[in-house]
């Protein structure tokens, strides 16, 4: 019969405990890293010569500022996500200066709501190609969404700072995994 001293199994055990942990550790750490660089550089399409229209996810500012530079180059429409109505006017939404502005209300303001948007607008304007902009933390998502609702071309181009990456990635992750496990439909 072995007998084995207390203290020799309790320091084997916090020791195999330390490895389990450190594994575990840096198991999360690569996959976060992984997770993380996929949101904040997803894959970005080049600016395409010509499309139907540029349409535009509610967020900052400069996502709509960027999408308003595209336009002249890309479309002669910019259709915009304004989930609040009293924007509109603001926005410039109905009117036809050098390009056509039309706004959207989602229902649900939500990116999956913007994409049935955006998708019932080129539906019924019997558009092929759409350029979607966001920023570079939303872009993945909002292209799935979109894609799930519409069967037409569509351009994922980045617009509008990274000023809040330490907030967006954690929400992007989740909101992501959301959207391919538990909201899979349009």
């Known amino acids: ?21 450190a594994a575990v550790a840096l198991a999360v750490v690569l996959a976060s890293s992984f997770a993380a660089h996929r949101v904040v550089r997803p894959p970005v399409d ?38 609040d109505p009293r924007l509109h006017h603001r926005l410039g939404c109905g009117q036809h200066r050098q390009v056509e502005v039309i706004c959207v209300v989602p229902d649900p303001a939500t990116t999956r709501g913007e994409a049935r948007a955006f998708a019932a607008v080129a539906e ?12 570079h933390d939303h872009l993945r998502r909002a292209r799935l969404q979109l894609d799930r609702c519409w069967d037409g071309r569509i351009s994922a181009v980045a617009r509008g700072d990274n000023r809040h990456l330490e907030r967006a990635i954690p929400y992007e992750l989740g909101a992501m995994a959301d959207a391919l496990v538990r909201t899979r439909g349009c």
Do not use: C, K, Y
Request: aromatic share 2%; glycine share 8%; net charge neutral.
């Open 46 to 83: 080049p600016v395409p010569g010509e499309a139907d229209a540029v349409v535009v996810f509610s967020g900052s500012p400069s996502r709509l500022e960027g999408a308003a530079a595209l336009v002249p180059e890309v479309a002669p429409v910019l259709v915009v996500s304004a989930p």
């Open 1 to 21: 019969m072995t007998i084995v001293d207390d203290t020799g199994v309790i320091n084997g055990r916090r020791r195999l405990q330390r490895r389990v942990i």
């Open 124 to 135: 019924q304007r019997g558009w092929d190609h759409l350029v979607a902009v966001t920023s």
